[in-house]
Nanobody, 119 residues
Framework: QVQLVESGGGSVQAGGSLQLSCAAS????MGWFRQAPGKERGGVAV????????YYADSVKGRFTISRDNAKNTVDLQMNSLKPEDTAMYYC?????????????????WGRGTQVTVS
């Protein structure tokens, strides 16, 4: 059974930082997605766990960094310069095959999410 467990969410003031972590057996593509109330789930950042290629939504480029630790089986999302519009439930997701994508419909496995609130 595939399990993805997110941690690290919380409340922070605008301009602050948070780091999210996803504990999971690493699949070919690992990503972070988010969903705000009344909005569709969208891609935030994705990483290819073998090649290390990363993909970011335009709205987070330069502020967020995704990384993976293959030895620890974790995928982290460092979020800096947070804005109120970053407020959402953040989900970790896994896709076993390439290509990697920010398209949430391509991901097979999902965590339960962790809330991030920026005020």
């Amino acid at each position: 059974q595939v399990q993805l467990v997110e941690s690290g969410g919380g409340s922070v003031q605008a301009g602050g930082s948070l780091q999210l972590s996803c504990a999971a057996s690493l699949y070919r593509c690992m990503g972070w997605f988010r969903q705000a109330p009344g909005k569709e789930r969208g891609g935030v950042a994705v990483i290819s766990t073998f090649g290390g290629m990363t993909y970011y939504a335009d709205s987070v480029k330069g502020r967020f960094t995704i990384s993976r630790d293959n030895a620890k089986n974790t995928v982290d999302l460092q979020m800096n310069s947070l804005k109120p519009e970053d407020t959402a439930m953040y989900y970790c997701a896994a896709r076993p095959i390439i290509p990697c994508s920010l398209d949430s419909s391509m991901y097979n496995y999902w965590g339960r999410g962790t809330q991030v609130t920026v005020s």
